[in-house]
């Protein structure tokens, strides 16, 4: 919240919600802390990087999975 438009920062933010969120309870913890909608908002913010995209909709699947999908269907921590 403190760097809306860092692209840096905001993919580092999805990536980690998108780890946190590996385990059923955990994606349920961070659906209810409002996870989502930061997410939402760093992929909105900075609609223009690709890493925050990729790791935004990742992190959102694990959340609606349920932490299920624990491998991330292939989303590894690439940095830019």
């Given amino acids: 919240r403190a760097a809306p ?3 840096r920062l905001q993919r580092a933010a999805c990536w980690s919600l998108l780890t946190l969120a590996a385990s059923d309870a955990a994606a349920r913890e961070v659906s209810e802390k409002g996870g989502i909608a930061a997410v939402v908002a760093a992929m909105t913010n900075c609609s223009e990087s690709d ?3 990729h790791f935004g909709c990742w992190a959102i699947a694990n959340v609606a999975w349920g932490g299920s999908n624990s491998n991330s ?3 590894t921590d690439n940095r830019e």
Avoid: E, F, L, R
Wanted: glycine share 22%; aromatic share 0%.
């Fill in 5 to 7: 438009a860092d692209a």
């Fill in 73 to 75: 269907g292939g989303a």
């Fill in 51 to 53: 890493s925050v995209q």
